[in-house]
């Protein structure tokens, strides 16, 4: 993966942030942020969407366990109904590179935006693939949002939350018609919306 992406940074404080959890109806929008040791590489880094759920529960282990530094951080389903998803993951994605310690020299950030921050960084068009600080912090954010969304099952049985992660599959939107619109979906979402 290494020799897919060059960056303009060459020194060891190079963080790499993804966010996951634009498309779904429901829950918050989980960004991560790594900054990985040169020294102790993590081997079988890539997109966490090509990867298995069991595969990338261990990665993340390996990540946490193996990194200079990492982050988790989050935009409430308030903050993206407020601000627009855009808006919401660029906010979780500024918060998880702040919680770094130690702080980056450079930020590479998946997509073709950066957030307005105070960090150098670059946008990597499937940076998640391209970028192993990317991959890592891809996997970390969904490890982390599907647990979430796994623990939103218990909460708000019937929804389907712990298969379908909030996204809008048939069931889904079966159960919200059914069950009617919980605090935990994003009122701003067509499909949510449409049922208030």
Same mark, same amino acid.
């Given at each position: ?17 993804? @966010? ?13 942020? &790594? ?17 298995? @759920? ?8 390996? !990540? ?5 530094? =990492?982050? !988790? ?5 308030? #903050?993206?109904? #407020? ?33 307005? =921050? ?5 946008? &990597? ?6 970028? @192993? ?40 939107? #079966? ?22």
């Amino acid at each position: 993966m290494k020799d897919r992406y060059l960056c303009a940074y060459t020194g060891p404080a190079l963080a790499g942030v993804d @966010e996951v959890g634009r498309g779904p109806l429901a829950g918050d929008v989980v960004a991560a942020a &790594v900054m990985l040791d040169p020294q102790r590489p993590v081997a079988g880094l890539r997109d966490s969407k090509k990867l298995s @759920e069991q595969r990338r529960q261990a990665l993340a282990q390996d !990540i946490r366990a193996s990194s200079l530094a =990492w982050s !988790i951080a989050r935009a409430s389903v308030q #903050e993206i109904d #407020e601000l627009n998803i855009l808006q919401a993951s660029m906010l979780a994605m500024q918060r998880a590179v702040e919680g770094l310690q130690p702080q980056p020299e450079y930020v590479l950030v998946d997509g073709n935006r950066l957030p307005q =921050w105070r960090y150098r960084a670059e946008a &990597v068009v499937k940076g998640d693939d391209r970028v @192993e600080a990317i991959a890592a912090a891809s996997i970390l954010a969904k490890v982390q949002r599907d647990a979430e969304l796994v623990a939103l099952e218990a909460r708000f049985p019937g929804y389907g939350f712990a298969r379908h992660k909030g996204y809008p599959t048939a069931a889904h939107l #079966e159960a919200l018609r059914t069950l009617g619109v919980t605090p935990v979906h994003r009122r701003s979402f067509g499909p949510v919306k449409a049922l208030l």
